[in-house]
């Protein structure tokens, strides 16, 4: 089966930086589709950013543009989202998932299209 485990989370200062990793196990790495998410308390998940297996192209939702950085590297089967200029709005659990195929770039910020899903690392921001 297929397992995705976080680490990396933590209790960080207003403007800290944090790199969160995702090891995948149970699927071959490279051809999937990773994205990480983060739920907030009384908040929906949602996506943060996500990365093909492929061509490496990357997607990010705008809060997040500039602060952070998906990257993978298929030989760990591991994939990173490495945090900079922390904000207390970026306080929440993040989730790694992986998806076997999305057909569409647009698609890539909707958590149904994921299969697999990890249990989730605690991001603390303190302001």
């Known amino acids: 089966q297929v397992q995705l485990v976080e680490s990396g989370g933590g209790l960080v200062q207003t403007g800290d930086s944090l790199r969160l990793s995702c090891v995948v196990s149970?699927?071959?790495?490279?051809?999937?589709?990773m994205g990480w998410f983060r739920q907030a308390p009384g908040k929906e998940r949602e996506f943060v950013a996500a990365?093909?297996?492929?061509?490496?192209?990357?997607s990010y939702t705008d809060s997040v543009k500039g602060r952070f950085t998906i990257s993978r590297e298929n030989t760990k089967n591991t994939v990173y989202l490495e945090m900079n200029s922390l904000k207390p709005e970026d306080t929440a659990v993040y989730y790694c998932?992986?998806?076997?195929?999305?057909?569409?770039?647009?698609?890539?910020?909707?958590?149904?299209?994921?299969?697999?899903w990890g249990q989730g690392t605690q991001v603390t921001v303190s302001s």
């Open positions: 998932a992986a998806a076997i195929s999305i057909n569409y770039f647009s698609d890539l910020r909707y958590p149904p299209r994921y299969n697999y």
């Open positions: 149970g699927r071959t790495f490279s051809s999937l589709v």
């Open positions: 990365i093909l297996g492929s061509a490496g192209s990357t």
